[in-house]
């Protein structure tokens, strides 16, 4: 089992450019989240979605940034317009049932993207 | 809102020697569970330990176990027999039984003298 897949794993884009990255959840899972972990931070909740539907998008910025998780292929972060402020690490995770029914198992996280803004 | 405090921003512990790392959370809610993940410079982030709020044992897993003190809200990850693969950033997460976020604190970076 490969695990999360993420790439790509550094990422340096202009401002102004766009951001797409990608996330390919381990075998089985259909439900992922992204996060986002900016400098001497903790990862911040983005979105959660499964299969063709998001399901929570409440930590996504309201511009620029949405996502999605198609019925084939990996989920994609998009980043439109990309700022200095866009900077960070961002990661994927996955998970076999829905976020929302128990949790102790916790997620199986990516290795991440870095995303630098010049 | 939940919030994850991780206060000491550094720890440091000679190889083979016990270290404790200090996590508190704030909550009103009764359905959580509370993990330990490690990020080491490879960015991978790896689930330590996890622990449901709801058992009054403490977690264990091989070197990592933690104090779980639901009371005061704390949850703090020993790690004994420190070895130098241990050195990395450790955070705390919260995670409601109803919702599908994690919610982490800033973490703290941890290196092993040998």
């Known amino acids: 089992n490969a695990g999360v897949m993420q790439n790509p794993r550094h990422l340096v884009r202009r401002r102004g450019q766009e951001a797409r990255l990608r996330c390919s959840p381990m075998?089985?899972?259909?439900?992922v989240y992204w996060y986002r972990q900016l400098p001497e931070e903790g990862l911040k909740f983005m979105v959660y979605?499964?299969?063709?539907?998001?399901?929570?998008e409440s930590g996504m910025p309201k511009e620029r940034f949405s996502a999605e998780f198609p019925k084939e292929g990996p989920s994609i972060l998009r980043i439109q317009q990309v700022v200095r402020g866009d900077s960070a690490a961002y990661f994927c995770?996955?998970?076999?049932?829905?976020?929302?029914?128990?949790?102790?198992?916790?997620?199986?996280f990516g290795s991440g993207t870095r995303l630098t803004v010049v | 809102a939940q919030t994850v405090t991780q206060s000491q921003p550094e720890m440091s512990v000679q190889e083979a020697e016990t270290v404790t790392l200090s996590c508190t959370y704030d909550t009103s809610e009764s359905d959580y569970y509370l993990f330990w993940y490690k990020q080491p410079p490879s960015r991978q982030m790896i689930l330590v330990i996890r622990?449901?709020?709801?058992?009054?044992q403490n977690a264990t897993e091989n070197r990592f176990s933690v104090n779980f003190q639901k009371a005061a809200k704390s949850f703090s990850l020993k790690i004994s027999d420190s070895q130098l693969g241990d050195a990395a950033m450790y955070f705390c997460a919260y995670k409601t039984g109803a919702n599908s976020k994690l919610t982490f604190g800033k973490g703290i970076t941890l290196s092993v003298r040998p």
């Open positions: 075998k089985g899972h259909s439900h």
């Open positions: 979605l499964q299969k063709e539907n998001i399901i929570d």
């Open positions: 622990q449901e709020a709801y058992k009054q």
């Open positions: 995770a996955s998970s076999p049932f829905p976020g929302t029914q128990g949790g102790s198992y916790g997620y199986t």
